[in-house]
Nanobody, 123 residues
């Protein structure tokens, strides 16, 4: 009943920029927090950045100063602006959202994942 659709990945040279988007759709009452994770094959999933419903942000040390997480509550969409991209940023990036649904007179709170979008930094 809720889907997260990511877009914006691709191939970029070192030092370049990309902007990822995560659009949530379905019977959404509110989006509590949205986050971006990445996981290269053979590695554990890593939190890249997160933004709460109140707008507080958290970043991995490796991306501080280069990445910016934001959200547009009117569009149920989150964003990850990635600047000064490095080779080490190559990965599959996943959107995650903590969403409250309203259905049949009840509220349901669940965690959802997007399908992932590939970011490749290469010269």
């Amino acid at each position: 009943q809720v889907q997260l659709v990511e877009s914006g990945g691709g191939l970029v040279q070192p030092g370049g920029s990309l902007r990822l988007s995560c659009a949530a759709s379905g019977s959404i009452f509110s989006i509590n927090a949205m986050g971006w994770y990445r996981r290269a094959p053979g590695k554990q999933r890593e939190l890249v950045a997160k933004i709460t419903g109140g707008g507080s942000t958290t970043y991995a040390d490796s991306v501080k100063g280069r990445f910016t997480v934001s959200r547009d509550n009117t569009k149920n969409t989150g964003y990850l602006q990635m600047n000064s991209l490095q080779l080490a940023d190559t990965d599959v990036y996943y959107c995650n959202a903590d969403i409250t649904r309203y259905s049949g007179g009840h509220f349901y709170r669940d965690n959802y994942w997007g399908q992932g979008t590939q970011v490749t930094v290469s010269s």
